[in-house]
């Protein structure tokens, strides 16, 4: 069966770090999605890619990057980890029209 | 700008109907989605709507007014596997989704 999947699912760092949380789905997806989930904030769209070699910027994407070289992987990189950037960050990936996006298992991540 | 508001939390008894609603303030509607997020958990799709009307999927029914801005999600026959979070997201043009903040169901027996 198809799938999406997060890497790793818990993280913890240190201030001024770099982090790569992965992200792999087996949907043969072109459209790939990164947020992040805090409370009182629901979903935000961090990053987003329509296919190899594309990438965008979402609502928040200050302090991270993408890189989409297949279809499959869209890492996303924090460049330099603030504390602000503790939270819960879901990948997701759709096929588009009227299709779902479909999230994978979330990675929490602690900067401390 | 855009604008997604929904309830932050509501309860409801076992066995009854709950209906969660959604407004919204948004440049560029494809569609809104539904999806329900246990604690924890990822979110899984519930419902779509892109035209105005009724969507029925057994337990659960959404309903959309394009010109009102306006969404319900509609929950029947409640059980306490229903205690979640139900997050609407209105889809713009280019396929992005824009999240409400969630609203928090507690079932209680």
């Known amino acids: 069966d198809a799938e999406i999947t997060q890497s790793p699912r818990h993280k913890i760092t240190e201030t001024g770090r770099q982090v790569t949380l992965a992200c792999h789905q087996t949907?043969?997806?072109?459209?790939m999605f990164w947020y992040r989930q805090d409370l009182g904030h629901g979903l935000r769209l961090i990053h987003y890619?329509?296919?190899?070699?594309?990438?965008n910027k979402g609502e928040v994407s200050d302090g991270y990057s993408v890189s989409r070289s297949n279809t499959e992987d869209l890492p996303l990189t924090l460049e330099s980890a603030a504390s602000s950037q503790t939270s819960v960050y879901f990948c997701?990936?759709?096929?588009?029209?009227?299709?779902?996006?479909?999230f994978g298992p979330g990675t929490r991540l602690l900067v401390l | 700008g855009q604008n997604i508001d929904q309830p932050t939390e509501m309860t409801a008894t076992e066995g009854a109907i709950v209906q969660i609603n959604c407004t919204y303030q948004?440049?560029?509607?494809?569609?809104l989605f539904w999806y329900q997020q246990h604690a924890g958990e990822a979110p899984t799709f519930l419902s779509y709507?892109?035209?105005?009307g009724l969507e029925e999927k057994g337990r659960f029914s959404s309903f959309l007014s394009r010109s009102k801005g306006y969404s319900y999600l509609l929950l029947k026959e409640l059980q306490m596997k229903d205690s979640a979070s139900y997050l609407c997201?209105?889809?713009?043009?280019?396929?992005?989704?824009?999240f409400g903040t969630g609203t928090r169901l507690q079932v209680f027996p």
């Open positions: 997701a990936s759709s096929g588009g029209g009227e299709e779902t996006q479909y």
């Open positions: 709507n892109v035209l105005d």
């Open positions: 997201a209105v889809r713009k043009n280019t396929d992005k989704l824009i």
């Open positions: 890619s329509y296919g190899v070699q594309d990438t």
């Open positions: 948004t440049s560029g509607f494809n569609g």
């Open positions: 949907w043969n997806h072109n459209n």
